[in-house]
């Protein structure tokens, strides 16, 4: 729970809990106090964690009610007080103080923090402004920053006198409700009751009947699947009873792993899954999660060979003791003759071994998510070993792997063919904030795909053999190219910027007059591509495409009410799906007349009837990104009333403080203002207006779901944890939820 909500419940603390939150403060004043007893500026400010030092000194001299440059435990508490308990009025001179940097309490009482002396006049509103925006992290031209001042300036003084009295600013925060009913300076985090730490959630999602629906394929695949592996365990012991007890485990684990080294294929056939996607069988079983089967089948093969190799340690051993063989010769040898092919079943069980744990190990989420990702690719392709070593390990493996694997060699060919057709090439560079990538490619005639399709791209010159999947987000109606965003989060990314950041051309080829016309046509683009940026370039780079492979965002157009939500780059999918919906929905106007109407060309398998687009970024330069795209599309929809939009746009920059900060109150109602007046967002220039922090996503999905627009599917790209936090969220108001996963 946020400490500004925690604070609305204070009010309301019996004597024993506001006795055990004193001593709660008292011991977090004297960590931070040391020895003295008395809290420096610098402490305070590394107590609340604020960034921008004007509000530390501001709420610092408020604090130190006798002006001895330092804060005392009663006035800690004295503050704390005010602002936890006191009357909304207490609160709202705390606040005027802080904007009022011209006003101080001559007197010397210490009434200070409980009256604001003066009067706020524009220049103090604008360094007060400008504060907000460093705290927010928000940058604007300083024009910018004039308007947002001029603009909650006039609001406020009702009055045209020049400066804005107490009254005039109590007056104006009474237009903005959710600031009243929270507001406090909820940096301070440090001072959470502990109690609050300790307050359990409730009953664990997982016994819940919301989740038992939501994840019913899911988990009915998973109890055939873990049937199956118990019928084939057991089979297979009851067949070599005669061996002993520890030799019944290693047949039981060995026949459940023919099955899962075939099975964890079959889940990884990207173009077969792809083709059933629409078929039937996408509603019986969960395609949509072929990854997370394939991580828990990669488990189960891991624990299956840890398993089976130990139940033959112990059988050797018992063997030794009785035997001609000692126990490293069973393992290390061809001696004792164990296996189908020349005795080599011990030596290639403890290679299978140790390549099977290196496998796991280089694909766990700390490989994939440092940077190392080449480290998770190559050592994936260890697989082909794998199956080779099998064949010759096992007697039996090869019944289990000979239908399987014809489709995984069939989709191989299939996949390098439609790869090396055609010269695909990189015609267009862009850029991006945030180290973002923006290829262009050539579109050849043969290739088609669906909104929210991904690609496994080659560029030969980056690197020979490496494939890396990512999203399409372009739209399939466009006909001449083809757009891929990519974020530099890895080697190969990193890489791909770093080529493209660099004017220069690299010359591979030693021919003198070839290299020359390049370096001459690439002038005459260079001098184009000034045009539109020194971030954006026209080039000729060779490149290679395999796919596309659908997702669980193909589901969208059978969707009713389709919720999208991008987390940073997660936005990919959905440009390419928000730019497809407006093609269809395209708006034409009446060459005789102003009439103008939705010429719906959807086909027979579109169901939506609204869409709620949310877009989560970190940053104010991320939204760079697709602006053009949203601004295009809120343009098609301009004439439209909101409660009657069919596409409606919810933008959120999490390192913007809330309304409900202190530090950030006057920016969100500025902003808001400005919104009004201008009719677009200042940090965006959408007519969306961005909303400061993390959606609250109960809010978000309650009112979606009081729209009755049909049922409602949540389809999400972005962080694993936030991903979680969403899909509780569906649990609870019954939502499809769909992830994005490749």
Known sequence: MKYNEQLGCFSSMSLDEDARWLDWVTNQFESIAGDDQEIDLEEFKTALKVKESFFAERFFALFDSDGSSSISLDELLKALDLLIHGSE????????QVYDVDGSDSSGSGDALLAGSGSIDPDELRTVLKSCLRESAISLPEEKLDDLTLALFESADKDNSGSITFEELKAELENFPEVMENLTISAANWLKPPQEEQ??????????????????RKLLFLVLYTFLSVLLFITAMMQHRPGGGWFMVAKGCGQC?????????VLMLRRFLTWLRATWVVRVLPLDQNILLHQIVGYAILCYTLVHTTAHIFNFVQLSQSGDYRLWEYLLTTRPGIGWVKGTASLTGVVLQLVICLMVLCSSTFVRRSGHFEVFYWSHLSYMWIWSLLMVHCANFWKWFVFPGLLFLLEKIVGLAVSRMGGLYVVEVNLLPSKVTHLVIKRPQFFHFKPGDYVYINIPTIAKYEWHPFTISSAPEQSESLWLHIRSMGQWTNRLYEYFRQPESRDLNPKRLEASLRTRRQRRKAQVSAKFGENHRFCNI????????????RQIFTSEHAVLIGAGIGITPFASILQSIMYRMRKQNCPSCNYSWCENIKDSEMKLRKVDFIWINRDQKSFEWFVSLLTKLEMDQADEEPEG??????????????????????????????????????????????????????????????????????????????????????????????????
């Not at 009025?89 to 005027?96: E, M, N, Q, S, Y």
């Not at 792993?257 to 294929?265: P, R």
């Open 89 to 96: 009025t207490d609160k709202l001179k705390f606040l005027f």
């Open 199 to 216: 307050q359990k959630q409730g009953a664990p999602r997982y016994l819940t009947r919301a989740y038992w629906l939501n994840n019913s």
């Open 257 to 265: 792993l023919n099955f899962n080294c075939t099975f964890i294929m």
């Open 645 to 742: 939009r069919f596409l409606e746009m919810h933008m959120y920059m999490t390192s913007a403080l809330s309304k409900n900060d202190m530090k950030a109150i006057g920016l969100q109602m500025a902003l808001d203002l400005l919104a009004k007046k201008e009719k677009k967002d200042s940090i965006t220039g959408l007519r969306t207006r961005t909303q400061p922090g993390r959606p609250e996503w109960g809010k978000v999905f309650q009112k979606m779901s009081e729209e009755n627009k049909g049922k409602v599917h949540v389809f999400y790209c972005g962080s694993t944890a936030l991903a979680k936090v969403i899909k509780a969220q569906c649990e609870v108001f019954s939502f499809n939820f769909y992830k994005e996963n490749f």
């Open 542 to 553: 060779k490149c290679y495409i395999d796919g596309p492979y659908g997702t669980p965002t």
